[in-house]
């Protein structure tokens, strides 16, 4: 007999995290986008002169944190699909944006200029 309990649950691709990581990952990337509104409040109505990065520490500090949520989210969200068997294409994403965070911020320490 095909009973709907005797089935076996299909995973969600398109549904929301099941793990403790995957959520973690989530609020991470919703910090980094969080911390970067912060950051260009502060840029623009702050008149200090930034000769450079860290002649303004909270500047420096809100880029930090932001690049470190970032890479973090993607981070937290490979591990989620990994060891947690995660399949939420969210995650996927998720990792895509960590990547993106990461290879930006490289850019940006290599110097690009």
Not at 24 to 33: G, M, N, P, R, V
């Amino acid at each position: 007999m095909n009973h709907p309990s005797n089935r076996t649950p299909m995973p969600k691709l398109l549904g929301l995290p099941r793990s403790g990581l995957g959520w973690s990952s989530i609020w991470l990337a919703l910090a980094f986008f969080v911390i970067i509104w912060l950051f260009r409040l502060y840029a623009s109505t702050s008149t200090r002169y930034r000769p450079t990065f860290f002649s303004d520490p909270l500047n420096a500090l809100l880029l930090i944190t932001a690049s470190l949520a970032g890479i973090s989210s993607g981070v937290t969200a490979l591990l989620a699909l990994i060891f947690k068997r995660e399949r939420s294409l969210l995650l996927v994403l998720m990792v895509i944006f960590g990547a993106l965070v990461a290879l930006f911020t490289l850019s940006e320490l290599v110097g690009h200029h």
